[in-house]
């Protein structure tokens, strides 16, 4: 299963170098390509454009990855399948704290690194507590969950549109930031998601022992030894931090985190290690995949937002009906 999902992923990698909104055909695409390889300066349109495709690919692949781990485990965490940090307002708080740094007189330092992962990473966090909060409030009714979530994030969204509409002479680099997905991939954006993956995964693994007896539930893993409150805090915050270097580089992706983990289910129902990293391959590969579509559907780009939102709408409104035919 891995090395299907990888290789279906490389392959949908390749396809997208030779596509975007620039038009060039096959023959200047491996032109470009030929040029970087043999390390000529990359002086010519053909190897910049071919520059620019392969930092997106690469971005896509690394944020993706990292929604999908980050769906997989705020899920697990409130042991809820329609749960995402897009749905439930974390992306949306990370954007909005963004924000306020830049309307605070601070724009300049929002491309620096600790401000990227700095400010995001609190508005994250902020949003967490109060999910914490509602879903104590609420138990485990998944649908109303969700909606409070929803309605968290319309606000925070409101919020957002508030600040721009009233300062778009400041943040109008936040606008095209938080709208155009991977259309602004760095080197600098790269590593910041790559940081937040070397962090998480490593502490993921470790936790998958005690993780499958929470999923049983908490009498269960209680009387295996297994602190609850840690497992599903820790759980939380990782998933925050993912959801918060997403956003610091690409803006707000949606859906992704919520399609992977199910995406993955359809392979295997086991939870485990291998569960884990197949998340974060259809992660990627849903990412990249909109992306493609994104730059590949009109002359002027689509926001990838908008065409994984076009396909999770619906598919959220299949999973809330079977949800509660579950319940």
């Known amino acids: 299963m891995l090395v299907g999902t990888a290789a279906i992923l490389f392959v949908v990698t390749g396809i997208s170098v030779f596509f975007g909104s620039a038009g060039l055909v096959p023959s200047e695409v491996f032109h470009g390509l030929r040029l ?4 000529a300066p990359m002086g010519t349109p053909e190897a910049q454009i071919v520059m620019l495709r392969l930092l997106r690919i690469g971005l896509g692949v690394l944020v993706g990855a990292s929604l999908g781990l980050s769906g997989f485990l705020m899920q697990t965490a409130f042991r809820n399948p329609l ?9 949306g708080g990370a954007q909005l704290a963004v924000t306020l740094v830049a309307l605070f007189g601070l724009a300049g330092t929002v491309a ?3 401000v990227m992962i700095a400010a995001p ?3 994250g966090l902020l949003v967490l507590v109060m999910l914490l909060v509602i879903s104590r409030r609420i138990g485990h009714d998944l649908l109303a969950f969700l ?15 508030i600040l721009v509409s009233t300062r778009p002479d400041i943040l109008s680099n936040t606008i095209f930031w938080s709208w155009m997905g991977l259309n602004r991939a760095s080197e600098t954006g790269m590593a910041v998601v790559a940081a937040g993956l070397i962090v998480a995964v490593p502490v993921v693994m470790s936790l998958m022992r005690p993780l499958r007896s929470y999923l049983v539930g908490d009498d269960f893993a ?15 915050v990782v998933s925050v931090i993912l959801a918060a270097t997403d956003v610091a580089a690409s803006g707000v992706v949606g859906f992704a985190g919520l399609f992977s983990p199910h995406l993955a289910r359809l392979l295997t ?8 990293v197949l998340t974060m391959l259809m992660g990627a590969t849903v990412v990249v995949v909109g992306d493609l579509i994104a730059r590949s559907v009109s002359v002027s780009e689509v926001p990838l937002n908008t065409v994984l939102s076009l396909f999770g709408a619906p598919y959220l409104i299949w999973l809330s009906i079977k949800s509660r035919r579950v319940m």
């Open 36 to 39: 970087m390889i043999g390390g």
């Open 83 to 91: 749960a995402d940090s897009y749905l439930l307002g974390v992306s």
């Open 112 to 114: 620096s690194v600790p």
């Open 121 to 123: 990473l609190a508005g």
């Open 147 to 161: 909606l409070s979530g929803l309605a968290l994030s319309y606000m925070l969204n409101a919020l957002y549109s």
């Open 222 to 236: 209680q009387n295996l030894g297994v602190n609850v409150r840690t497992i599903r805090i820790s759980l939380l």
């Open 269 to 276: 129902h086991r939870t485990d290690r291998t569960f884990v």
